[in-house]
T-cell receptor
Framework: DAGVTQSPTHLIKTRGQQVTLRCSPK?????VSWYQQALGQGPQFIFQ???????QRGNFPDRFSGHQFPNYSSELNVNALLLGDSALYLC???????????FGPGTRLLVL | AQSVTQPDIHITVSEGASLELRCNYS??????LFWYVQSPGQGLQLLLK??????LVQGIKGFEAEFKRSQSSFNLRKPSVHWSDAAEYFC???????????FGKGTKLSVIP
C-alpha cells in the first residue's frame, strides 16, 4: 500500500520565479492538505483540498494556490517566489470523515 | 487562535533511560491531539493520537501519551529510549471537524549511547 508521495524531492529556484509541487495521496484518501515547514519550526497549514475545491486556508498570501485533480492528487503553486519561501513543503492526506492525516516525505524548496 | 507549546527545544537522554516530552495545547473544547516524529530530512510519521475515551493512549515504537484536561497537556513518554529514537518530535492539535493541524515548534531528542 503506497503512502503519500511527493515530487520533486528537492528544488532550487530564484526570486520572482514560480514553482509547482505535486502530491499523490495515500490509497483510499480523498482529502489533501499542504503544510510549510521552515527550518527549525513546526509545520504551518497552508490549505486543504476536497472534491477539487479549497475547503480551508491558513494564513498564507494569494501567491500560494493549489489544485486537486479528479484522481485526488494535488498541486501546490507558489508565484513570485521570495527568499522566505525556502522551506520543506509537506503534503498530507486523509479519508473523508477520518481525523488522522498521513504525511509525505516533503519537497525541499530553496529560493536563491 | 489555537496554539501548541512544546517547552523543551532540545532534550538529551542516555540510551535505556526513560523519556517524557511535554506538550500543552490551547483548544478549549475536547481537542484532537497527535504526536508525530520526524527524522532528519524526512516527513512526519504518526506516533499516536487522542480523540476521546481512555486518557492514556498507546502508540507505535513503545511510545505512550497521557491526556490531562486539567493541565491542558498531552505529554509523550517512553520507558526506555533506544538510539534509533533520536529525531524531532512534534505535538499537534486540531479542533473537531477542523482537520487543520496546529503544530508546536518541536523537541529535538538526542540519545547518548
Amino acid at each position: 500500500d503506497a503512502g503519500v508521495t511527493q515530487s520533486p524531492t528537492h528544488l532550487i529556484k530564484t526570486r520572482g520565479q514560480q514553482v509547482t509541487l505535486r502530491c499523490s495521496p495515500k490509497s483510499g484518501h480523498d482529502t489533501v492538505s499542504w503544510y510549510q515547514q521552515a527550518l527549525g519550526q513546526g509545520p504551518q497549514f497552508i490549505f486543504q483540498y476536497y472534491e477539487e475545491e479549497e475547503r480551508q486556508r491558513g494564513n498564507f498570501p494569494d501567491r500560494f494556490s493549489g489544485h486537486q485533480f479528479p484522481n485526488y492528487s494535488s498541486e501546490l503553486n507558489v508565484n513570485a517566489l521570495l527568499l522566505g519561501d525556502s522551506a520543506l513543503y509537506l503534503c498530507a492526506s486523509r479519508q473523508t470523515g477520518g481525523e488522522t492525516q498521513y504525511f509525505g516525505p516533503g519537497t525541499r524548496l530553496l529560493v536563491l | 487562535a489555537q496554539s501548541v507549546t512544546q517547552p523543551d527545544i532540545h532534550i538529551t537522554v542516555s540510551e535505556g533511560a526513560s523519556l517524557e516530552l511535554r506538550c500543552n495545547y490551547s483548544y478549549g473544547a475536547t481537542p484532537y491531539l497527535f504526536w508525530y516524529v520526524q527524522s532528519p530530512g524526512q516527513g512526519l510519521q504518526l506516533l499516536l493520537k487522542y480523540f476521546s475515551g481512555d486518557t492514556l493512549v498507546q502508540g507505535i515504537k513503545g511510545f505512550e501519551a497521557e491526556f490531562k484536561r486539567s493541565q491542558s497537556s498531552f505529554n509523550l513518554r517512553k520507558p526506555s529510549v533506544h538510539w534509533s529514537d533520536a529525531a524531532e518530535y512534534f505535538c499537534a492539535e486540531s479542533g473537531a471537524g477542523s482537520y487543520q493541524l496546529t503544530f508546536g515548534k518541536g523537541t529535538k531528542l538526542s540519545v547518548i549511547p
